[in-house]
Every structure is written in structure tokens, then in C-alpha cells.
């Protein structure tokens, strides 16, 4: 019999897709074996359309502990005390490896709630018309919405910086040199005054 699902939402559909998991190779089979339309889907409960060939996206990015913990107990279906006698065989207690699970199970999930954002497949599409959104996936939106922003406030940034360098320069009007006044002319003497010069002059001879 399978353990009681949780009520909590996230929690709950983290052991949804857990067993999900735990039948990854059936599924598998019933594709190859074309008991299973392409591209694989499974529905859980709460409406929300799970896509197989996603599920393993997140599997090289788990620490080696995790890896190993979540390969053992949600991928081959061991026990956590066979877990235990297979990782830790000195410890007394199996709670390290449950813990190992669990945070690999989580960090599956969420590098497959990254690939569906980064897509927008139609299994995201159909998560957002349920309400509530569930906690896991509203995280993940918030955190990806926070990038968004500050990328473009940086963009904007680039941009007013290219449209500085872009903006063409006003020249000012060059003045025109000033001119240069004309050279005064000195005082000339009359054409009579010269006459009377020179009558004076020839009587003076």
C-alpha cells in the first residue's frame, strides 16, 4: 500500500511527482511500445499535465549526495533503510538519506518548473488556470520575473548610453570676423587753399 499522500499542496504534488518517478521506466515502455501517445503526459489530480521527457532535466545539476539518495529511493524504488546500507552503512539512522532525497526530489521539480517557464509549454499554460497557484512553482515565477527586470532596467541603461554617443553634435554658429574699419583718412587740404598757397608763395619770390 503507498504511504498517504500529504495535504499540503507543494508537498503534495512533490510526492505526485515522485511516484511519477518511481514509474519512469513503465512509462517508457508503454512509449516505446506505442501503448502511450507522444510526447508521454501524465495527468496528476489537481489537472496538472506532467511532461516525462522533461523530468530528468535537473538530474546533473543535484550534489552527488543528493544524486545518489534520489536515484536510489525515487528512481530504483529502494527502501530508506535500504538506502541507508547502501550510502551510509556506518550510520545508525536513515534520516541523512531521507533528507538527501527529499532535496533532490525538490531541486527535480524545480529545474522542471524552470523548463516549462522557459518554454511555456502547454503543461504551464494549463498550471496557471488553477487556483491557487501552488507556493513551488509561484517562487520560481517571482524569482524569474525579478531577472526579467533587471535586465531590462539594465538594457535601458545600455540604451540611453548608446543614444548619448549616437546624438549628433550641435555645432554653434561660427561669428563672423568683425570687420575692420577703414583707415581713416588725414585731413587734406581744399583745392582753394592750395591755390592760395601757391599765389602767396610766387609773390613772396
Request: contains cysteine; charged residues 30%.
Amino acid at each position: 500500500m503507498s504511504r498517504k499522500l500529504p495535504e499540503d499542496p507543494t508537498k503534495r504534488r512533490l510526492q505526485l511527482i515522485k511516484r511519477i518517478f518511481l514509474h519512469l521506466p513503465h512509462f517508457h515502455e508503454l512509449l516505446e511500445n506505442g501503448q502511450m501517445e507522444l510526447p508521454g503526459i501524465v495527468t496528476l489530480d489537481t489537472g496538472e499535465d506532467v511532461y516525462l521527457a522533461d523530468l530528468m532535466v535537473g538530474i546533473d545539476t543535484l550534489p552527488r549526495r543528493q544524486r545518489e539518495a534520489f536515484e536510489l529511493i525515487c528512481l530504483q524504488g529502494y527502501t530508506e533503510a535500504a538506502a541507508k546500507a547502501k550510502m551510509l552503512p556506518d550510520s545508525r539512522s536513515s534520516t541523512p538519506v531521507q533528507q538527501y532525497s527529499d532535496s533532490g526530489l525538490a531541486r527535480m521539480v524545480a529545474r522542471y518548473d524552470e523548463k516549462q517557464i522557459g518554454g511555456f509549454f502547454p503543461a504551464l499554460r494549463r498550471l496557471f488556470m488553477t487556483s491557487p497557484l501552488h507556493p513551488l512553482l509561484k517562487r520560481h515565477l517571482e524569482e524569474a520575473r525579478k531577472d526579467i527586470l533587471s535586465q531590462i532596467d539594465g538594457l535601458k541603461i545600455a540604451l540611453a548610453q548608446a543614444d548619448e554617443v549616437l546624438k549628433p553634435v550641435v555645432k554653434r554658429p561660427q561669428q563672423p570676423p568683425a570687420a575692420t574699419p577703414p583707415p581713416q583718412e588725414q585731413d587734406k587740404p581744399s583745392l582753394d587753399d592750395a591755390a592760395r598757397e601757391a599765389t602767396r608763395e610766387l609773390m613772396e619770390a
